[in-house]
């Protein structure tokens, strides 16, 4: 921008107004951004309440209108990466948020109760529910494939989660009649618990893509397993861990394929469990030193960090109650339920 005695005013005023106008709008685009990406992040690293996070930022944004704008982009990508169960108007049962079940219109599938039902991102609600239509429900021969595939995971998470939720989706191939093709399961398990009063928050999703090959007669079992912890009192520490697996075993019966499928899926995530137990036993002291010095925690944290993030994600996830720290000892050292 030319700038002297000789230029016009009004030329200067236009050249610094245009400036002013760009400035502007860069620091709305970096507010955008503030407003949506990084509040899931927050979300995920530190356990924050999304309504509390949702209310600095629209304190910080002070405009309604770009606020909800953020949110209706915010909402919906918290909740269904982060697999949130709500429970369905009627009590007919509850509905994971996936993209998997996902339909038009915050509409989402709940396929073991044939249901569809309207969400609302922002409250994190049901609003209202309707049976699904045959054109959302996959035919007779996958649904036999699915249901049976539904009972036993069932049975595994009432077993393994205290409160842990799951659902099988078609993913692919829905209106296969009959043996000849191929065709796609997805099994989703989340479990979540939060209990900011002891200063720890557990969750565990996985995903599991089966894919059912007939020219094989082969399924093959394809899973992400993703393990968040969060403790903190008198510092932060935290956990986020994700491991892929993939097995397979033979194209049966639905039957005796939902068994097989279910205990594949145990087998790994058990197996992925105790890794995690010795991953974090056998660290390096000189780790945690390095990370006490940063957070600038107490000497006790030396024996807490080499396994309170585990115990976090086994007791929360998986059952227990809350006892002091102490040093590690498998089974004893529990973290609260409530």
């Known amino acids: 921008m030319e700038e002297g005695p000789d230029m016009p005013r009004q030329r200067l005023y236009d050249a610094v107004a245009a400036r002013i106008g760009n400035r502007l709008h860069e620091l709305k685009v970096q507010v955008d951004t503030i407003a ?3 509040a899931t992040r927050c979300l995920t690293q530190h356990g924050t309440s999304i309504w509390n996070l949702a209310a600095d930022v629209k ?9 909800n704008e953020a949110a209706s982009e915010a909402f919906p ?9 709500l429970q369905m108007p009627n009590r007919s049962g509850d509905l994971l948020i996936t ?21 609302n991102h922002v409250k994190q609600v049901c609003t209202e529910v309707r049976p699904a239509t045959d054109e959302e429900l996959p035919s007779a021969y996958i649904e036999e494939f699915r249901c049976s595939l539904d009972a036993e995971i069932l049975k595994y998470v009432e077993e393994a989660y205290p409160k842990g939720v799951c659902s099988v989706y078609c993913v692919n191939g829905k209106d296969v ?29 996985s995903i599991w893509n089966i894919e059912f090959k007939d020219d ?4 093959e079992v394809k899973g992400k397993i993703q393990v968040g912890a969060h403790y903190f009192e008198e510092g932060n520490v935290q956990l986020d ?17 939902a068994v097989a499928i279910s205990s594949i899926i145990r087998h790994h995530e058990t197996e992925y469990l105790g890794s995690l137990e010795a991953s974090y036993l056998n660290l390096p002291d000189s780790t945690f030193k390095s990370h006490m010095k940063l ?11 080499h396994f309170i993030l585990v115990v976090v994600v086994e007791v929360m996830i998986f059952g227990g109650s809350f006892q002091s720290p102490a040093p590690y000892f498998h089974g004893i050292i529990l973290c609260s339920s409530a």
């Open 177 to 205: 009649e009959g043996p000849g093709s191929d065709f796609e399961l997805a099994v989703v398990i989340s479990a979540a618990r939060h209990s900011p009063q002891n200063f720890c928050n557990g969750s565990w999703c």
């Open 77 to 85: 990508f918290y909740n269904k990466s982060h697999l949130i169960c």
């Open 36 to 38: 949506v990406e990084p």
């Open 216 to 219: 094989q007669q082969t399924v």
């Open 59 to 67: 304190s910080i944004l002070n405009d309604e209108d770009l606020f």
């Open 99 to 119: 993209s998997f079940g996902e339909l038009e219109g915050n509409a989402f599938l709940d396929p073991r109760t044939a249901q569809v039902a309207i969400v």
């Open 295 to 305: 957070l600038m925690l107490a000497t006790v944290w030396s024996y807490q960090i």
């Open 241 to 257: 861990a994700k491991h892929e697996c993939k097995d397979a075993t033979l194209f049966q019966a639905p039957e005796d394929c």
